[in-house]
Structure formats: C-alpha cells, structure tokens
C-alpha cells in the first residue's frame, strides 16, 4: 500500500501542477486579451472624438 499511496501522491502532484501551468496559461491569455481590448476603445475613442470633431466644423460652416 504505500508504494500504491506513493504512486497516487505522485499522480496528484502532477496533476496539481499541470492545472497549475494551465490556470497561469489561462491567466496569461486573459489579460493579453484585456490589453488588446483596451488598445482597441483607445483606438475607437479616438476616432470616436476625431468624427465628432469634424461633425462640429462641419456644422460650423453650415451655420455660417
């Protein structure tokens, strides 16, 4: 039995450990895909700010 219980700690620490590395892999990934994301509505913003701007010069000389 104890080279059995051995086997089977063996077998939980390794499977502790893979869970481990997939949970910091998921981690990883995660916020890669935040900062992509964030990258994106500062992009968006941008463009966002720069239409409203041109929306406002355009009503600017319609006015005039």
Known sequence: TSGRERRRDDWRAARDQRLSGREAEVRRRVEELSADAEAERA???A????????ADAAATLRDS
């Open 43 to 45: 992009v968006l913003e």
């Open 47 to 54: 463009r966002l700010q720069e239409l409203v701007r041109r």
